[in-house]
């Protein structure tokens, strides 16, 4: 019974407190651990699992694939990595698309196109806001606005300096001193805490990113894919990125990063620039083909009335100070400590995260009414303890 925790534990290097759940198959928001209990996911493995647990045309759509051609390299042309980017183009009215494996990737390429258009003008800093996570490798920890993240890998790249976030004045201060090349933010700040960014305060970055010739870079990795209630969490608030990276639910499960480049610097990256060995790999490109075909109209509805849904449930409920967020990315503030919850609600069959000191909820698009009705009647009897 224990026998995979511990191998796990004695072999795999202890970067992640785990809890004492292993996971072994589902179907859509439905998870069974190895004894065959049954939970339900409000996670999604980190918003991931867009369309949940082997989601039936995802399933038939990446197998389809792996067993015609499951990779080639970036020397050589392949129909899934054409039919993504044109998908993403063509719905986001970007113009070009870099394939990467996750989303530190996606965001390195983006700081670095950054860095290039940058250079024409003499300018390297890019401004991020405090409480910002943009990734793990050693430049995207740099662009997080975090201590935390800033202790022990040293040194550090330079060129970031922080904000605060929805405060324009302290970017404005960073903007005067001439410096700047970029502004990268995330619509709604995830791992810091599920917390929204204004669209006073968007709009404003937005127009002094135009006057001061600055790029418009956003970190969708979190929020993309639909998450939002939108496609991507910018058009919330009708912005125009000049750079926007993606990741997480773009696969719906497997690991695929995007950047998108917008018009403004379509060809900034040119042959040798950058380039990835697994980016754009033909079994991921169509893990993502299937979900983004799905993430229409209607589906973007569903995923706000759900949000809806529970915001109306938990706003107010006992035990509850505040419900934050957009769309199924919801941070909830509660009186009882968020850990206490999360394995309370482990042993009750629900699965949750945290971010910071609130719960976090990141479930399926389209979790079913029934699991999320159930789900939700659960958490509320956790958090009024
Ligand atoms: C998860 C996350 C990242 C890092 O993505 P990885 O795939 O873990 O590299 C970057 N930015 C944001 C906003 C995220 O939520």
Known sequence: MQEIAKTCEQYVAHTYKRFPVTLVRGKGAILLDEAGKKYIDLGSGIAVNAFGVADDKWAAAVTRQLTTLQHTCNLYYAEPCAKLAEMLCERTGMKKVFFSNSGAEANECM???????????????????????????????????????????GPFPAGFEYAQPNDLASVQAIADAGK???????????????????????????????????LLLVDEVQTGNGRSGQLYAYMCHDLSPDLVSTAKGLGGGLPIGATLFGEKVQDILTYGDHGSTFGGNPV???????ILERIDETLLAGVRERSAYIVGQLEGAKGVRSVSGLGLMLGIETDRPAADIVNECIRRGVLLLTAKHKLRL???????????????RILKEVIAG
């Open 284 to 290: 991921c490109c169509a893990g993502g083909v299937s």
């Open 111 to 153: 700081i670095k196109a950054a860095r290039k258009y940058g250079e024409q003008t003499g300018r390297d800093t890019i401004i991020t806001l405090k409480d910002s996570f943009h990734g793990r490798t050693i430049a995207t920890l740099a662009a997080t606005g975090q201590d935390v993240f800033h202790q022990h890998f």
């Open 180 to 214: 700047a090349c970029a502004v990268m933010l995330e619509i709604v700040q995830g791992e810091g805490g599920v917390r929204p960014l204004s669209g006073e305060f968007l709009r404003g970055v937005e127009k002094l990113c135009r006057e001061k010739d600055m």
């Open 362 to 376: 990141l479930p399926a698009l389209n979790i079913g009414w029934d699991e999320l009705r159930e789900a939700i």
